[in-house]
Protein backbone atom coordinates (compact mmCIF):
# COMPACT_ATOMS: atom_id res chain seq x y z
CA UNK A 1 0.00 0.00 0.00
CA UNK A 2 2.76 2.61 0.64
CA UNK A 3 4.47 1.83 -2.25
CA UNK A 4 0.99 2.28 -4.59
CA UNK A 5 0.48 5.65 -2.16
CA UNK A 6 4.37 7.12 -3.30
CA UNK A 7 3.14 6.29 -6.95
CA UNK A 8 -0.05 8.47 -6.57
CA UNK A 9 1.90 10.91 -4.99
CA UNK A 10 4.28 11.23 -7.78
CA UNK A 11 1.86 11.22 -10.25
CA UNK A 12 0.10 14.35 -8.70
CA UNK A 13 2.74 15.98 -7.85
CA UNK A 14 4.03 18.71 -9.47
CA UNK A 15 5.99 18.32 -12.40
CA UNK A 16 8.22 20.73 -13.43
CA UNK A 17 9.47 20.73 -9.89
CA UNK A 18 10.10 16.70 -10.59
CA UNK A 19 11.91 17.65 -13.87
CA UNK A 20 13.97 20.10 -12.25
CA UNK A 21 14.89 17.44 -9.84
CA UNK A 22 15.73 14.99 -12.62
CA UNK A 23 17.54 17.77 -14.16
CA UNK A 24 19.76 18.27 -11.32
CA UNK A 25 20.42 14.66 -10.58
CA UNK A 26 20.80 14.03 -14.21
CA UNK A 27 24.07 16.38 -14.66
CA UNK A 28 25.81 14.65 -11.05
CA UNK A 29 24.94 10.99 -12.49
CA UNK A 30 26.62 12.12 -15.70
CA UNK A 31 30.02 13.66 -13.85
CA UNK A 32 30.18 11.02 -11.17
CA UNK A 33 28.83 7.74 -13.30
CA UNK A 34 29.32 8.39 -17.02
CA UNK A 35 29.24 4.77 -17.82
CA UNK A 36 25.96 3.88 -15.88
CA UNK A 37 24.79 7.11 -17.58
CA UNK A 38 25.64 5.75 -21.01
CA UNK A 39 23.53 2.91 -20.14
CA UNK A 40 20.73 4.70 -18.97
CA UNK A 41 20.75 6.48 -22.34
CA UNK A 42 17.60 3.98 -23.49
CA UNK A 43 14.71 5.60 -20.40
CA UNK A 44 15.90 9.01 -22.34
CA UNK A 45 15.12 7.07 -25.91
CA UNK A 46 12.04 5.68 -25.03
CA UNK A 47 10.51 9.21 -23.64
CA UNK A 48 11.47 11.10 -26.80
CA UNK A 49 10.51 8.18 -29.08
CA UNK A 50 7.31 7.89 -27.22
CA UNK A 51 6.31 11.44 -27.70
CA UNK A 52 7.28 11.34 -31.09
CA UNK A 53 5.14 8.22 -31.88
CA UNK A 54 2.06 10.02 -29.69
CA UNK A 55 2.39 13.36 -31.45
CA UNK A 56 1.72 12.44 -35.13
CA UNK A 57 -1.93 10.31 -34.21
CA UNK A 58 -2.74 13.12 -31.03
CA UNK A 59 -2.60 16.25 -33.57
CA UNK A 60 -4.72 14.54 -36.64
CA UNK A 61 -7.16 12.50 -33.96
CA UNK A 62 -7.50 15.85 -32.35
CA UNK A 63 -7.86 18.11 -35.14
CA UNK A 64 -10.10 16.26 -37.32
CA UNK A 65 -12.05 15.70 -33.55
CA UNK A 66 -12.86 19.69 -33.22
CA UNK A 67 -13.20 20.81 -36.92
CA UNK A 68 -15.71 17.93 -36.87
CA UNK A 69 -17.79 18.93 -34.38
CA UNK A 70 -17.44 22.67 -34.62
CA UNK A 71 -20.94 24.87 -34.38
CA UNK A 72 -21.70 27.65 -36.97
CA UNK A 73 -20.82 30.84 -35.37
CA UNK A 74 -17.70 29.57 -33.62
CA UNK A 75 -14.64 31.34 -33.57
CA UNK A 76 -11.49 30.60 -34.35
CA UNK A 77 -8.02 32.47 -34.30
CA UNK A 78 -5.83 31.03 -36.64
CA UNK A 79 -5.19 34.17 -39.38
CA UNK A 80 -3.60 36.23 -36.22
CA UNK A 81 -1.81 33.57 -34.85
CA UNK A 82 -0.02 32.92 -38.52
CA UNK A 83 0.35 36.69 -39.06
CA UNK A 84 1.92 36.63 -35.30
CA UNK A 85 3.98 33.45 -36.32
CA UNK A 86 5.69 35.07 -39.43
CA UNK A 87 5.87 38.69 -37.25
CA UNK A 88 8.30 37.33 -34.64
CA UNK A 89 10.07 34.60 -37.01
CA UNK A 90 11.14 37.73 -39.05
CA UNK A 91 11.65 39.50 -36.05
CA UNK A 92 13.99 36.65 -35.02
CA UNK A 93 15.87 37.18 -38.00
CA UNK A 94 16.35 40.43 -37.64
CA UNK A 95 17.86 40.57 -34.49
CA UNK A 96 20.04 37.63 -35.43
CA UNK A 97 21.71 40.42 -38.45
CA UNK A 98 22.17 43.10 -35.67
CA UNK A 99 23.77 41.12 -33.39
CA UNK A 100 25.76 39.61 -36.26
CA UNK A 101 27.33 43.01 -37.46
CA UNK A 102 27.78 44.19 -33.67
CA UNK A 103 30.05 40.91 -32.90
CA UNK A 104 31.27 39.31 -36.18
CA UNK A 105 32.30 36.17 -35.82
CA UNK A 106 34.58 33.83 -37.80
CA UNK A 107 34.79 30.37 -38.21
CA UNK A 108 37.70 27.82 -37.97
CA UNK A 109 35.90 25.54 -40.32
CA UNK A 110 36.65 21.44 -40.32
CA UNK A 111 37.37 19.80 -42.97
CA UNK A 112 35.14 17.06 -43.24
CA UNK A 113 32.18 17.03 -44.83
CA UNK A 114 28.61 16.62 -43.88
CA UNK A 115 26.89 13.91 -46.07
CA UNK A 116 23.53 15.87 -45.76
CA UNK A 117 20.67 16.45 -48.34
CA UNK A 118 19.70 20.16 -48.05
CA UNK A 119 17.52 22.19 -50.04
CA UNK A 120 19.57 24.48 -52.51
CA UNK A 121 16.93 27.26 -53.14
CA UNK A 122 13.85 28.89 -51.53
CA UNK A 123 12.21 27.13 -54.54
CA UNK A 124 12.83 23.84 -53.43
CA UNK A 125 11.64 25.19 -49.66
CA UNK A 126 8.51 25.87 -51.05
CA UNK A 127 8.21 22.55 -53.38
CA UNK A 128 8.64 20.71 -50.30
CA UNK A 129 6.14 22.10 -48.33
CA UNK A 130 3.16 21.64 -51.50
CA UNK A 131 3.76 18.24 -52.05
CA UNK A 132 3.85 17.47 -47.96
CA UNK A 133 0.51 18.38 -48.53
CA UNK A 134 -0.50 15.98 -50.45
CA UNK A 135 1.07 13.07 -48.82
CA UNK A 136 -0.28 9.78 -48.19
CA UNK A 137 -2.13 10.25 -44.72
CA UNK A 138 -0.54 6.75 -43.97
CA UNK A 139 2.44 7.96 -44.98
CA UNK A 140 2.37 11.55 -43.11
CA UNK A 141 1.46 9.71 -39.72
CA UNK A 142 4.16 7.12 -39.88
CA UNK A 143 7.00 10.33 -41.64
CA UNK A 144 6.17 12.40 -39.01
CA UNK A 145 4.81 14.83 -41.94
CA UNK A 146 2.80 17.36 -39.97
CA UNK A 147 1.61 19.36 -42.86
CA UNK A 148 0.51 16.45 -44.74
CA UNK A 149 -1.25 15.40 -41.57
CA UNK A 150 -3.11 18.66 -40.83
CA UNK A 151 -3.93 19.08 -44.58
CA UNK A 152 -5.59 15.59 -44.27
CA UNK A 153 -7.14 16.10 -40.55
CA UNK A 154 -8.69 18.80 -41.48
CA UNK A 155 -10.65 17.79 -44.98
CA UNK A 156 -11.48 14.69 -43.09
CA UNK A 157 -12.80 16.94 -40.09
CA UNK A 158 -14.64 19.33 -42.58
CA UNK A 159 -16.51 16.39 -44.33
CA UNK A 160 -17.12 14.32 -40.74
CA UNK A 161 -19.41 17.90 -40.02
CA UNK A 162 -22.32 16.61 -41.36
CA UNK A 163 -22.10 13.09 -39.86
CA UNK A 164 -24.60 11.87 -37.57
CA UNK A 165 -24.50 12.50 -33.41
CA UNK A 166 -22.97 8.77 -33.00
CA UNK A 167 -19.96 9.17 -35.47
CA UNK A 168 -19.22 12.87 -33.71
CA UNK A 169 -19.18 11.02 -30.01
CA UNK A 170 -16.88 7.96 -31.60
CA UNK A 171 -14.70 10.99 -32.39
CA UNK A 172 -14.71 13.19 -29.66
CA UNK A 173 -13.91 9.31 -27.55
CA UNK A 174 -10.91 9.18 -29.86
CA UNK A 175 -9.52 12.32 -28.76
CA UNK A 176 -10.04 11.92 -25.42
CA UNK A 177 -8.20 8.46 -25.36
CA UNK A 178 -5.37 9.78 -27.19
CA UNK A 179 -4.91 12.79 -25.34
CA UNK A 180 -5.04 10.58 -21.97
CA UNK A 181 -2.03 8.62 -23.58
CA UNK A 182 -0.20 11.65 -23.83
CA UNK A 183 -0.65 12.28 -20.03
CA UNK A 184 0.94 9.12 -19.33
CA UNK A 185 3.90 9.82 -21.58
CA UNK A 186 4.39 13.01 -20.15
CA UNK A 187 4.36 11.78 -16.84
CA UNK A 188 7.93 9.84 -17.85
CA UNK A 189 9.41 13.44 -18.39
CA UNK A 190 11.65 13.38 -15.41
CA UNK A 191 13.06 10.08 -15.84
CA UNK A 192 13.48 10.69 -19.63
CA UNK A 193 15.39 14.10 -18.74
CA UNK A 194 17.11 12.89 -16.17
CA UNK A 195 18.83 9.83 -18.84
CA UNK A 196 18.84 12.59 -21.71
CA UNK A 197 20.60 15.22 -19.66
CA UNK A 198 23.23 12.78 -18.11
CA UNK A 199 24.08 10.96 -21.10
CA UNK A 200 24.82 14.36 -22.78
CA UNK A 201 27.24 15.64 -19.93
CA UNK A 202 28.84 12.09 -19.74
CA UNK A 203 29.38 11.94 -23.71
CA UNK A 204 30.37 15.95 -24.37
CA UNK A 205 30.48 17.20 -21.62
CA UNK A 206 31.21 21.11 -22.41
CA UNK A 207 35.05 20.60 -23.93
CA UNK A 208 34.63 20.53 -27.33
CA UNK A 209 32.16 23.85 -27.24
CA UNK A 210 34.61 25.76 -25.77
CA UNK A 211 36.43 27.01 -29.02
CA UNK A 212 32.97 28.38 -30.56
CA UNK A 213 32.24 29.90 -27.32
CA UNK A 214 31.41 33.51 -28.75
CA UNK A 215 29.24 31.59 -31.58
CA UNK A 216 27.68 30.23 -29.32
CA UNK A 217 27.39 33.24 -27.01
CA UNK A 218 25.74 35.38 -30.10
CA UNK A 219 23.04 32.53 -30.90
CA UNK A 220 22.11 31.82 -27.41
CA UNK A 221 22.15 35.59 -26.77
CA UNK A 222 19.68 36.43 -29.54
CA UNK A 223 17.52 33.61 -28.35
CA UNK A 224 17.13 34.87 -24.96
CA UNK A 225 16.80 37.91 -26.36
CA UNK A 226 13.43 36.97 -28.72
CA UNK A 227 12.17 35.23 -25.57
CA UNK A 228 12.39 38.28 -23.30
CA UNK A 229 12.49 40.94 -24.86
CA UNK A 230 10.44 40.77 -28.93
CA UNK A 231 8.16 38.34 -27.82
CA UNK A 232 6.83 39.90 -25.06
CA UNK A 233 6.96 43.31 -27.13
CA UNK A 234 4.85 41.76 -29.75
CA UNK A 235 2.34 40.09 -27.25
CA UNK A 236 1.86 43.23 -25.24
CA UNK A 237 0.99 44.88 -28.49
CA UNK A 238 -1.63 42.33 -28.89
CA UNK A 239 -3.19 42.27 -25.59
CA UNK A 240 -1.94 45.49 -24.79
CA UNK A 241 -1.28 43.88 -20.89
CA UNK A 242 1.62 42.43 -18.61
CA UNK A 243 3.20 39.99 -20.62
CA UNK A 244 5.54 37.89 -18.80
CA UNK A 245 3.47 36.14 -16.75
CA UNK A 246 2.16 34.54 -20.20
CA UNK A 247 5.72 34.12 -20.98
CA UNK A 248 7.42 32.63 -18.33
CA UNK A 249 4.74 30.34 -18.07
CA UNK A 250 5.64 29.01 -21.45
CA UNK A 251 9.05 28.95 -21.08
CA UNK A 252 8.59 26.97 -17.99
CA UNK A 253 6.30 24.52 -19.16
CA UNK A 254 6.88 24.65 -22.75
CA UNK A 255 10.69 25.56 -23.65
CA UNK A 256 11.86 23.35 -20.10
CA UNK A 257 10.59 20.08 -21.88
CA UNK A 258 11.35 21.01 -25.65
CA UNK A 259 15.25 21.82 -24.58
CA UNK A 260 15.96 18.87 -23.47
CA UNK A 261 13.65 16.99 -26.25
CA UNK A 262 15.13 19.12 -28.93
CA UNK A 263 11.96 18.67 -30.87
CA UNK A 264 9.22 20.46 -31.25
CA UNK A 265 7.20 17.67 -32.98
CA UNK A 266 8.11 15.54 -29.89
CA UNK A 267 6.60 18.65 -27.55
CA UNK A 268 2.88 18.96 -29.33
CA UNK A 269 1.65 16.70 -26.56
CA UNK A 270 3.05 19.21 -24.38
CA UNK A 271 2.03 22.06 -25.55
CA UNK A 272 -1.28 20.75 -26.89
CA UNK A 273 -1.97 20.44 -22.45
CA UNK A 274 -0.56 23.68 -21.58
CA UNK A 275 -3.25 24.92 -23.92
CA UNK A 276 -5.96 23.29 -22.21
CA UNK A 277 -4.69 24.41 -19.04
CA UNK A 278 -4.35 27.46 -20.16
CA UNK A 279 -8.26 27.64 -21.28
CA UNK A 280 -7.47 28.18 -25.03
CA UNK A 281 -9.92 27.60 -27.64
CA UNK A 282 -9.69 23.86 -28.48
CA UNK A 283 -10.63 24.58 -32.30
CA UNK A 284 -8.09 27.25 -32.38
CA UNK A 285 -5.09 25.47 -30.41
CA UNK A 286 -5.33 22.09 -32.01
CA UNK A 287 -4.93 23.95 -35.55
CA UNK A 288 -2.19 26.04 -34.25
CA UNK A 289 0.46 24.06 -32.15
CA UNK A 290 0.50 21.50 -34.50
CA UNK A 291 1.25 23.64 -37.66
CA UNK A 292 3.16 26.32 -35.27
CA UNK A 293 5.75 22.98 -34.74
CA UNK A 294 6.52 23.29 -38.70
CA UNK A 295 6.51 27.20 -39.41
CA UNK A 296 7.03 28.97 -36.45
CA UNK A 297 10.76 28.53 -36.52
CA UNK A 298 12.24 31.84 -34.45
CA UNK A 299 15.01 30.21 -33.19
CA UNK A 300 15.45 27.99 -36.77
CA UNK A 301 15.73 31.75 -37.90
CA UNK A 302 18.46 33.05 -35.43
CA UNK A 303 20.20 29.84 -36.52
CA UNK A 304 20.36 30.40 -39.89
CA UNK A 305 21.12 34.28 -39.79
CA UNK A 306 23.97 34.06 -37.53
CA UNK A 307 25.66 30.48 -38.74
CA UNK A 308 25.27 32.17 -42.01
CA UNK A 309 26.54 35.42 -41.32
CA UNK A 310 29.82 33.78 -39.91
CA UNK A 311 30.53 32.24 -42.93
CA UNK A 312 30.34 35.64 -44.71
CA UNK A 313 32.35 37.30 -42.71
CA UNK A 314 35.16 34.79 -42.48
CA UNK A 315 35.50 34.46 -46.38
CA UNK A 316 35.90 38.89 -46.11
CA UNK A 317 32.47 39.07 -48.19
CA UNK A 318 31.02 42.87 -47.82
CA UNK A 319 27.51 42.98 -46.94
CA UNK A 320 25.43 45.78 -47.61
CA UNK A 321 21.72 46.53 -45.58
CA UNK A 322 19.30 45.28 -48.43
CA UNK A 323 21.17 42.39 -48.51
CA UNK A 324 21.10 41.83 -45.43
CA UNK A 325 17.34 42.34 -45.02
CA UNK A 326 16.71 39.91 -48.05
CA UNK A 327 18.67 37.56 -45.98
CA UNK A 328 16.53 38.13 -43.02
CA UNK A 329 13.44 37.82 -45.71
CA UNK A 330 15.21 34.01 -46.63
CA UNK A 331 15.70 32.84 -43.34
CA UNK A 332 11.98 33.83 -42.61
CA UNK A 333 10.68 31.60 -45.13
CA UNK A 334 13.01 28.76 -45.10
CA UNK A 335 12.79 28.57 -41.51
CA UNK A 336 9.30 27.49 -42.31
CA UNK A 337 10.39 24.66 -44.31
CA UNK A 338 12.97 23.58 -41.05
CA UNK A 339 11.52 20.19 -40.28
CA UNK A 340 10.50 19.91 -36.53
CA UNK A 341 13.46 17.66 -35.48
CA UNK A 342 16.71 17.86 -33.87
CA UNK A 343 19.11 19.90 -36.50
CA UNK A 344 16.45 20.97 -38.76
CA UNK A 345 17.39 24.59 -39.24
CA UNK A 346 21.16 23.40 -39.97
CA UNK A 347 20.46 22.43 -43.68
CA UNK A 348 19.26 25.48 -44.41
CA UNK A 349 22.38 27.13 -43.86
CA UNK A 350 23.54 26.09 -47.09
CA UNK A 351 20.58 27.66 -49.12
CA UNK A 352 21.32 30.62 -47.11
CA UNK A 353 24.85 30.63 -48.01
CA UNK A 354 24.05 30.67 -51.52
CA UNK A 355 22.68 34.28 -51.46
CA UNK A 356 26.60 35.54 -50.88
CA UNK A 357 27.89 32.99 -53.61
CA UNK A 358 29.23 30.94 -50.78
CA UNK A 359 29.75 27.23 -52.24
CA UNK A 360 28.18 24.17 -51.42
CA UNK A 361 31.41 22.71 -49.68
CA UNK A 362 32.14 25.26 -47.91
CA UNK A 363 28.66 25.48 -46.64
CA UNK A 364 28.68 22.33 -45.77
CA UNK A 365 31.74 22.74 -43.43
CA UNK A 366 29.64 25.57 -41.89
CA UNK A 367 26.71 22.87 -41.30
CA UNK A 368 29.99 20.92 -39.22
CA UNK A 369 30.41 23.80 -37.27
CA UNK A 370 26.41 24.17 -36.19
CA UNK A 371 26.58 20.07 -35.72
CA UNK A 372 29.56 20.54 -33.01
CA UNK A 373 27.59 23.05 -31.18
CA UNK A 374 24.19 21.68 -31.19
CA UNK A 375 24.40 20.00 -27.87
CA UNK A 376 23.61 23.95 -26.58
CA UNK A 377 22.02 25.44 -29.95
CA UNK A 378 19.44 23.38 -31.06
CA UNK A 379 18.42 22.72 -27.01
CA UNK A 380 17.48 26.37 -27.48
CA UNK A 381 16.72 27.09 -30.27
CA UNK A 382 13.68 24.02 -29.84
CA UNK A 383 13.00 25.47 -26.72
CA UNK A 384 12.40 29.05 -28.18
CA UNK A 385 10.45 27.97 -30.93
CA UNK A 386 8.18 25.72 -29.30
CA UNK A 387 7.29 28.30 -26.22
CA UNK A 388 6.59 30.42 -28.53
CA UNK A 389 3.82 28.33 -30.31
CA UNK A 390 1.95 28.42 -27.26
CA UNK A 391 2.89 32.40 -26.38
CA UNK A 392 1.12 33.28 -29.71
CA UNK A 393 -1.26 31.17 -30.05
CA UNK A 394 -2.48 32.38 -26.36
CA UNK A 395 -2.46 35.55 -27.41
CA UNK A 396 -4.26 35.70 -29.97
CA UNK A 397 -6.47 33.81 -28.53
CA UNK A 398 -7.36 35.75 -25.05
CA UNK A 399 -7.24 39.30 -27.04
CA UNK A 400 -9.66 37.90 -29.51
CA UNK A 401 -12.34 36.05 -27.12
CA UNK A 402 -12.30 38.59 -24.24
CA UNK A 403 -9.66 41.09 -23.71
CA UNK A 404 -10.73 42.37 -20.89
CA UNK A 405 -10.42 39.07 -18.80
CA UNK A 406 -6.45 38.31 -20.45
CA UNK A 407 -4.61 39.17 -17.99
CA UNK A 408 -6.47 37.25 -14.83
CA UNK A 409 -6.52 34.52 -17.50
CA UNK A 410 -2.83 34.00 -18.47
CA UNK A 411 -1.78 34.79 -14.93
CA UNK A 412 0.43 31.98 -13.24
Known amino acids: MKLQHLFAGIARGNLVLQIIIGLILGILFGVFFPEAAQASAIIGTFFTGALKAVAPVLVFVLVMAAIAQHRSGTQVYIKPILALYVLGTFAAALVAVVASFAFPTTLTLVTSQVKQSAPTGIIEVLRSLVLNLIDNPVNAILTANYIGILSWAILLGVSLRHAGATTKSVLSDAAE ?32 LKAYGRLLLVLV ?17 KIRRNPYPLVFRCLAESGFTAFFTRSSAANIPVNLLLCKKLGLHEDTYSVSIPLGATINMAGAAVTITVLTLAAVHTVNIPVDIPTALLLSVLATVGACG ?21 NNDLAAQVVTVGLIISVIQDS ?8 TDVLFTAAADKAMQNPTAAECEIAI
Do not use: D, H, K, Q
Not at 346 to 356: G, N, Q
Not at 380 to 387: G, W, Y
Open 177 to 208: AVTNVVRWVIRLAPLGIFSLIAVTVATTGLGE
Open 221 to 237: SCMLFVALVVNPLIVYF
Open 338 to 358: ASGVPGGSLLLIPMACSLFGI
Open 380 to 387: CETALNSS
